[in-house]
Structures are given as C-alpha cells and as structure tokens.
C-alpha cells in the first residue's frame, strides 16, 4: 500500500519522470531475479570483425595502437569506435560518446564482439542509460575487465547474455592468457578447467590458499572487488545468491579491502553465494611501517566463515596471464584444489 501512495504521488507531481522506476528503462537490480535465461553469443573466430571501444578511460596513442595490433595479429578485423580517440579528462569522451559507441557496436550486423580497449574510470556513469533492449536483441561477445565489471554485471543481470570478464586489448597477451581466451571465448574447450599456480617459483601473491575447504556449484558472477562495492546500494547492485562469485583488486591495502568485501557482507546477498574464487590481489600488501593485518589474514577475517568454499589463487585479476571467465555460465570450485570447471561451452557453435 505505501509502494502505492508513493507511485500515486509522483505521478501527481510530475516528479515520475525523474525516478528510475518510471524512466523507459527501469533498472533495478530487484527486477532481475533470474527472469532472463542465459543467452550465449556466438563464438568468436578468426576472421571476425571485433568492434573496439572505450567505455572507461582514454588508451594513450602508443597504447591504442598496440591493441589494434594485437587484435590484428589475432586474426581479426577491427573496427575502430567513432569516439574511441576522444579525451576528455579521465574519460574517453562525454558519457553520451561512449554509449553510442556501445550501442553502435551491438547494433552493427557487421560486428561479431565487442572488446574494450581499456577498463579505467567511468564505465558505471553509462548504467543508467544503457539501452539493454539493443544488447537483448543483439547478443555478442563482451569482453574486458576491471572498470568493465559495472557493464558486466549490468548487462547480465538485465539480458541474460553471457559476457566475459577477459583481457581488455592493451593487455599484454602472453600464451598463458591466449590459451584461455581461445577455450572460452572461441569454443576450442569444453569442459575446461582452471587451476591455480602452484609453481613454488612463482611470486607469493599467486600463491592459492584454501580460505574455507569444499566444493560448490552455480553460475559465475562477480568481477573487480571496488566496482562490486560501488555498485552496492544502485539499481545495479549484483545478485550473488546460490553463485560462483569471483573478485579481484589491484592497489588496495589490506584495510580498504576489508572495507569493501564487508560492504557487500552487509549490503548485498554475497552471504548467499554457492562459493568465492578470489583471483590474484596485486600490490595489495600493506606498508611495511604501519601496523596491519596481511593480505591473507584480512580475506580469512572476512570470508572464513561464511559456511561456503572460499579460496585465493585463481589466475584472473590485472596480471599478465589472466584466464577468461564468463558471468552466467555454469562453473564448478573446489577450494581445495583451487580450481573452477567450466563443464559446459560458453558460446554457440555457430
């Protein structure tokens, strides 16, 4: 009855057009509850057009032109995004640039994925007026990572549509990154698995841990650990209940992380999740001088007794060799072996 009164009154004062409830695209996270199925794009191929935009942050010159290269050098044709050189501060054009250039790449017949060139700042400003209607009734390969995690999480929720938390195209591509990209990505691997380094030689914050023992089952969700907590509390926020949600951080001390991981304990279902899979928390050490817990002690205060498999150690994050996971998809961990089975192809055949 109050929902009522409230509708009632600001249709009375005009003030109807102002809320998200009543613009043409009403967003609220509320209103995915698992209506939408899991929509797989087509895989990509060799020989596709890949149009390249930037949702975020401007790429500098010498960057944007190792990233057309790189895709290139893949095998596919790139088309540039009609804003993609624009600047404009910390962000790659006026928000309106970097929408149409989003919807332009899915609407186009001619273009098979859409990559993003760089993550950065940005991306969550677009959520409000992205036209899921366009993404719903053209379904294609999204891949980027870091600040891409709002249009991730956004998109899925929204559409169904499997999309791919991946290298953005100025990452470097070292075999490692390839090989997952090519399995997931393309189809070349199904089921594929997806261990963690247990390379003694490798430095100690690829190191995999067991946070909280066992194994569990469900769709993958999750992204960068700061956008999951920015999007906390927004028509956005994710639905983590009965997921596999995967999180990463780069550049955060301890105590912010802590910050940000019991942010979305208390804002959000993450409580609910099937199990974590933490990936690779770069530069995340706190300084030497000022007294702190470690980087493992914060994840095991935070996420030990959720009741639910918690480990660190998955090969995804801003490193070079990143594997390449897909929101939506079916994904098995085991927090023992540190490792996530993708059972089942993320894209179709065709």
């Known amino acids: ?159 169904g549509l499997a999309t791919f938390h991946g290298p953005v195209a100025v990452s470097d591509l070292p075999s490692f990154t390839l090989n997952h990209l090519r399995a997931v990505v393309m189809g070349e691997e199904a089921p594929h698995r997806i261990q963690g380094v247990t390379d003694a030689s490798a430095p100690l914050h690829y190191q995999p841990f067991t946070i909280a023992p066992g194994r569990a089952e469900g769709s993958l969700t999750g992204g960068n650990l700061a956008l999951l907590a920015a999007l906390a509390g927004t028509p956005f926020a994710p639905v983590f209940k009965d997921k596999i949600v995967f999180i990463e951080d780069v550049g955060e001390k301890p105590y912010r992380i802590d910050r940000m ?45 959720l009741g639910i498999p918690v480990f660190y150690g998955l090969p995804f994050g801003h490193i070079q060799g990143q594997c390449t996971l897909p929101y939506g998809v079916k994904a098995i961990l085991d927090a023992d072996a540190f490792s996530l089975l993708l059972p089942d192809s993320a894209v179709l055949s065709g």
């Open 1 to 159: 009855m109050r929902r009522y009164f409230r509708r009632d009154f600001l249709k009375l004062t005009g003030l109807a057009a102002l809320t998200p409830e009543f613009s043409g695209s009403n967003m609220y996270a509320s209103s995915f509850q698992g209506k939408h199925h899991l929509v797989l794009p087509n895989k990509l191929k060799t020989g596709d057009r890949v149009s390249l935009i930037a949702p975020g942050s401007p790429p500098s010159d010498e960057k944007l032109a190792l990233a057309l290269s790189s895709l290139s050098s893949l095998g596919f044709r790139v088309k540039e995004g009609t804003h993609l050189r624009k600047k404009n501060g910390y962000l790659a054009g006026t928000d309106a640039d970097r929408l149409s250039d989003l919807h332009q790449a899915f609407s186009d017949p001619d273009t098979d994925a859409v990559w993003c060139v760089r993550g950065g700042y940005g991306c969550a400003r677009l959520l409000p007026g992205l036209n899921f209607d366009i993404i719903r009734n053209n379904p294609k390969v999204f891949i980027g990572y870091s600040d891409i995690t709002a249009l991730h999480v956004a998109i899925h929720q929204q559409t």
């Open 261 to 305: 991981i019991t942010q979305l304990l208390q804002a959000t279902d993450l409580r609910a999740a099937a199990g974590i899979a933490l990936g690779i928390f770069d530069d995340c050490n706190p300084d030497p001088e000022s007294p702190s817990l470690t980087l493992g002690e914060t994840l095991k205060l935070c996420l030990g007794n």
